[in-house]
């Protein structure tokens, strides 16, 4: 596995984590606006209101799932960590066999590359069970965000049957449909550099 595509794994990680997070927040934030929209009209959106109610369900999951995901980053992010301390031990063990020269007594040093060699795989190994199942955990996370853009079509629909109210209404779903669209794409980009690195460092599922 390449150092630095390990550590640009990692860092691009934490990085759509945060944005994820971020886009959360405005989930829950817009599902609060609807149902405060719906509150002031009265029965007049009492189908509006469902809608609403459903999609702050939905965004308690999705932020559930989120949650999940972390008991896949962290252990991925320290394995990473491992994995480059024990590389670079494993280059530095090698330059010393190198600038000593062939034929001389080595000592321990073949035994030692041989050991930083084991580590190595076991370390590989790791990462590829953990990216395994972080994998699945996204396909699991991009179901929650199929069912959150199900709720906004609802929305949507619902809006535009709503007279006097429909044009607040389409606002709070559009903003609700935005919001939604940065969780997917931002997932979808995850998923697809995962998959990328499994694929070029030839642990493909």
């Known amino acids: 596995m390449d150092p630095q595509r390990i550590t640009q794994l990692v860092e691009n990680t934490h990085e759509i984590q945060r944005q994820v997070r971020q886009s959360l927040h405005e989930i829950d934030r817009r599902a609060l606006n609807a149902m405060v929209l719906v509150k ?7 189908g509006y209101g469902v809608i609403a109610t459903a999609f702050r369900e939905q965004a308690a999951k999705l932020q559930a799932k989120a949650e999940e995901l972390q008991h896949f980053v962290a252990p991925l992010t320290e394995a ?27 000592g321990s040093l073949p035994d030692t590359r041989r050991e930083w060699g084991e580590t190595i795989q076991q370390e590989q190994e790791k990462i590829q069970s953990i990216l395994k199942k972080l994998l699945l955990q996204l396909e699991r996370f991009q179901e929650g965000i199929a069912e959150q853009e199900y709720v906004v079509t609802n929305g949507r629909i619902e809006a535009a049957l709503s007279e006097g109210s429909g044009a607040p209404l389409m606002r709070v779903s559009r903003d609700m ?29």
């Open 40 to 46: 002031r009209h009265g029965d007049a959106l009492a």
């Open 80 to 106: 990473a960590m491992r994995l480059l301390q024990i590389q670079q031990y494993d280059q530095m063990t090698q330059q010393m066999v190198t600038q000593m020269g062939q034929g001389k007594d080595l």
């Open 177 to 205: 449909g935005e919001a939604v669209s940065a969780v997917r794409q931002a997932i979808q980009q995850w998923k697809q550099q995962l998959e990328e690195f499994t694929h070029e460092s030839g642990t493909g599922f």
